[in-house]
């Protein structure tokens, strides 16, 4: 009797409740429940845009890296391009002004050896590689002599001033091996430049891609040491190196 009447629910409770109310109820009863899947539906996409919104005015703003495409290449590509043939257009003019003062000093007269300084002065320019200095010192400068109140830092590097330095020494080297060239046609047997040759050659190159990184290293730590001796100079506050407590001289 009890397990008629357990089978009797069990049936009941598997027919639908659809199933179960007029037929004239049952299209109200699945309008009813479509729109409320369809009221769900919405109230999780609106919480899911105001979750958005409010992320996005916490949390800080991400810097997104341009993507490696043409477009980003080929601005990079130009200005080594311009850069390399900047420094190479400097090169050429300190070795053409030097062999153009010691031409005119052997062949015309020593009064006219100094028109070659006329090119070495733009060449060493160009060797120095100016550019990158105007960009990131001229509008601190600027906003000093128009005595702005917000002036942007500035700061020396000493291991670039050292590296366009013994690039400018580089070039010099190159302009000496452009003058044993011209000397050795006047002076010395044709044969020395095969020797003369490739050494100014690749002077020329080296001027232009070099690194003399080692060199300086070693600058950068003989200034150092240098500093260490004057604590109170500019110098010394560009390695950070505070002067003594009693403020006296180093050793007294």
């Known amino acids: 009797m009890c397990g008629g009447g357990l089978a009797a629910v069990g049936a009941e409770e598997a027919v639908p409740v659809a199933?179960?109310?007029?037929?004239?109820?049952?299209?109200?009863?699945?309008?009813?429940?479509?729109?409320?899947?369809?009221?769900?539906?919405?109230?999780?996409?609106?919480?899911?845009?105001?979750?958005?919104?409010?992320?996005g005015?916490?949390?800080p703003e991400v810097r997104r890296e341009p993507e490696q495409g043409v477009g980003v290449r080929e601005p990079v590509a130009m200005r080594i391009?311009?850069?390399l043939s900047c420094r190479a257009l400097g090169t050429l003019l300190v070795i053409g002004g030097a062999m153009l003062n010691y031409a005119l000093t052997t062949w015309v007269s020593r009064a006219a050896g100094g028109v070659g300084a006329f090119m070495w002065v733009p060449g060493v320019l160009l060797v120095l590689d100016p550019w990158d200095v105007y960009v990131d010192w001229w509008p601190a400068v600027r906003a000093r002599l128009q005595r702005e109140p917000d002036t942007p830092d500035w700061s020396v590097d000493l291991g670039d001033v050292f590296s366009r330095l013994l690039r400018v020494g580089?070039?010099?080297?190159?302009?000496?091996?452009?003058?044993?060239v011209l000397a050795t046609f006047y002076w010395w047997s044709l044969w020395l430049l095969v020797v003369f040759v490739p050494l100014t050659l690749w002077l020329f190159g080296y001027t232009l891609v070099g690194r003399s990184l080692p060199a300086v290293r070693v600058l950068v730590g003989s200034a150092e040491q240098i500093a260490g001796l004057f604590p109170k100079s500019a110098?010394?506050?560009a390695f950070e190196i505070q002067p003594p407590a009693g403020g006296g001289a180093p050793g007294a």
């Open 19 to 55: 199933a179960q109310l007029p037929v004239e109820l049952q299209e109200e009863f699945f309008l009813a429940d479509v729109e409320r899947a369809l009221a769900t539906a919405e109230g999780f996409l609106q919480e899911g845009a105001e979750l958005r919104e409010r992320l």
């Open 235 to 237: 110098l010394a506050r």
């Open 81 to 83: 391009a311009i850069l």
């Open 57 to 59: 005015g916490e949390l």
């Open 170 to 180: 580089w070039a010099v080297a190159a302009a000496c091996g452009g003058v044993l």
